[in-house]
């Protein structure tokens, strides 16, 4: 195991990130909380994959990036050794999701080749629980006064708390005094994903009150975009990694962007930034400064980090266009279906997913039972053009499978006129997702455009009109043309499937 030696006056430690190269050794760095090189183990949620046993389906996105900037400030420091336990997606109980739409396993596979961490020491809680346990209770029991754990806690405390349950049980649990908890987070000590689970406090008093814990301040800091780990949906402070010459540092911003709610949140790596150097009130220039030019000996595994020019500035330019209101992107399999309304997996779909309308044609009046809505939080009022990424199967008539009722109940609708009520919204497109969409209320045509008067929560309806229409997303603009929202909607990735369907899956 390399220890470190840091040996560094009080009084130096806030000034520590003035100077870094690749040469540095991290002897320049004050640890916390008697950290000295010693063994790391981390466990994080992040799970991408709906966990219908809960009304949180999903983990706290942020560990989609946190994981990768975590990863990065161990690779920095030349210390892959000194990371001994990685598990993620650990609510437990909960399914697991693809690995191509696995937002963690992303993250964590990236990091493991880019900055060659040992891939033995990580383990997806949902597909190989029992190992993931096993190797954390082999690191826990090792503990002694010499050769101290610290635990960064990034998701709910269950999965710990069953490892120091089995550690206790089985006569190990003295080990426990030499284990280190670091947390920042009420969710993550206190979140229960079933009623029968357990929080940190009471996995501290499980062990006998033997475990050390410690909770850092807050890491989010959304009142201000240029300090802490959270800079909500403005990625401006953080720019300095989509433009960096180190293609694993831009990387490493692709990842951030990777965040289902569009912001810019990677509050967990504040934890371990806090172990490492000591400072609790980490920012995005304090994190640029730490990486400097770059983080050494990395490999670099695919071409698409190294990509430059247009098309990097175009998603440059989307990432901008989002964070200023002027892009609003709306997944499909975000609506709450009812009815013969079905979500379908498919890696064609944005998303991994689109819905599909499986009821009869409903030409002549809007049916409740096929009506389905989803809430939209706007933050920039203003007047949006609305279109959508949707596909007829590819045996549909020309003008069939191709329609559906829309409405905006609490918006004003225009199309050449304002208009009230469902009205038909109409695209064609086979094979691929096409971005398109017309109104036709009282059989004219007109692109539909929606003013939200004040920021708020409006609805968005769909109600079943044209059968087996396939839906991937809504995009809403405004400033821009459509020229340029088509542009960006394309940076995604699609596979034309044709009539093939053997690579999609129906869920009701």
């Given at each position: 195991m390399k220890r470190i030696?840091?040996?560094?006056?009080?009084?130096?430690?806030?000034?520590f990130l003035v100077v870094f190269t690749l040469s540095t050794t991290v002897e320049t760095y004050a640890q916390s909380w008697g950290y000295d090189g010693n063994r790391i183990a981390i466990s994080a949620d992040g799970n991408s994959a709906s966990d219908d046993g809960h009304h949180w389906k999903t983990g706290d996105p942020d560990d989609w990036g946190a994981t990768p900037a975590a990863l990065a400030m161990l690779a920095k420091l030349k210390m892959q050794d000194n990371?001994?336990?990685?598990?993620?997606?650990?609510?437990?109980?909960?399914?697991?999701?693809?690995?191509?739409?696995?937002?963690?396993?992303?993250?964590?596979?990236?990091?493991?080749?880019?900055?060659?961490?040992?891939?033995?020491?990580?383990?997806?809680?949902?597909?190989?629980?029992n190992a993931a346990q096993d190797h954390l209770k082999a690191e826990l029991v090792k503990s002694t006064i010499d050769d101290p754990l610290y635990f960064i806690h990034m998701g709910p405390a269950e999965f710990f708390y069953q490892v120091v349950k089995e550690t206790v049980d089985q006569g190990d649990g003295a080990a426990?005094?030499?284990?280190?908890?670091?947390?920042?987070?009420?969710?993550?000590?206190?979140?229960?994903?079933?009623?029968?689970?357990?929080?940190?406090?009471?996995?501290?008093?499980?062990?006998g009150g033997l475990l050390k814990y410690r909770r850092i301040k807050d890491q989010n800091g959304q009142w201000d975009p240029n300090?802490?780990?959270?800079?909500?949906?403005?990625?401006?402070?953080?720019?300095?990694?989509?433009?960096?010459r180190d293609p694993n540092v831009r990387w490493l911003y692709d990842?951030?962007?990777?965040?289902?709610?569009?912001?810019?949140?990677?509050?967990?790596?504040?934890?371990l930034y806090w172990l490492l150097l000591g400072d609790e009130n980490g920012s995005p220039s304090k994190f640029k400064a730490f990486l400097?030019?770059?983080?050494?000996?990395?490999?670099?595994?695919?071409?698409?980090?190294?990509?430059?020019?247009?098309?990097?500035?175009?998603?440059?330019?989307?990432?901008?266009?989002?964070?200023?209101?002027?892009?609003?992107i709306i997944e499909a399999e975000d609506f709450l279906l009812r009815g013969e309304w079905e979500k379908v997996e498919s890696d064609d779909a944005s998303g991994g997913a689109y819905i599909q309308y499986s009821g009869p044609n409903k030409y002549d009046a809007v049916d409740d039972?096929?009506?389905?809505?989803?809430?939209?939080?706007?933050?920039?009022?203003?007047?949006?053009?609305?279109?959508?990424?949707?596909?007829?199967?590819?045996a549909a008539e020309g003008d069939k499978s191709n329609d559906v009722w829309i409405n905006f109940p609490d918006a004003v609708q225009m199309a050449k006129g304002q208009v009230t009520g469902f009205h038909k919204f109409y695209g064609r497109s086979k094979v691929v997702f096409g971005m398109n969409g017309v109104l036709e209320p009282d059989h004219y045509h007109s692109w539909l455009n929606v003013t939200f008067t004040e920021p708020g929560e409006y609805k968005l309806q769909l109600s079943g009109r044209s059968e087996l229409l396939q839906i991937d997303r809504f995009v809403l603009y405004r400033g821009i043309d459509f020229e340029e929202?088509?542009?960006?909607?394309?940076?995604?990735?699609?596979?034309?499937?044709?009539?093939?369907?053997?690579n999609e899956h129906v869920v009701r």
């Open positions: 030696d840091f040996h560094v006056a009080a009084t130096f430690a806030v000034v990371l001994v336990h990685y598990s993620y997606n650990n609510f437990i109980a909960a399914p697991s999701g693809p690995d191509d739409k696995n937002q963690m396993k992303i993250g964590v596979d990236g990091a493991v080749q880019r900055w060659r961490f040992d891939p033995d020491l990580f383990f997806d809680a949902t597909t190989d629980l426990l005094t030499h284990v280190y908890i670091v947390s920042h987070s009420g969710y993550n000590d206190d979140h229960l994903r079933r009623p029968s689970h357990h929080t940190l406090q009471q996995t501290i008093d499980y062990s300090v802490l780990w959270n800079s909500e949906r403005d990625f401006s402070p953080w720019h300095w990694m989509r433009d960096h990842r951030m962007q990777a965040h289902s709610g569009g912001k810019a949140d990677i509050s967990d790596a504040g934890m400097g030019s770059g983080i050494p000996d990395s490999n670099v595994v695919d071409d698409d980090t190294e990509t430059s020019g247009p098309a990097r500035d175009l998603r440059a330019e989307r990432a901008a266009a989002i964070q200023s209101g002027k892009l609003l039972q096929q009506t389905i809505e989803l809430p939209l939080k706007i933050e920039t009022p203003g007047s949006y053009t609305v279109k959508w990424s949707m596909r007829q199967p590819a929202a088509q542009a960006f909607m394309e940076i995604d990735d699609k596979k034309p499937v044709g009539s093939k369907e053997s």
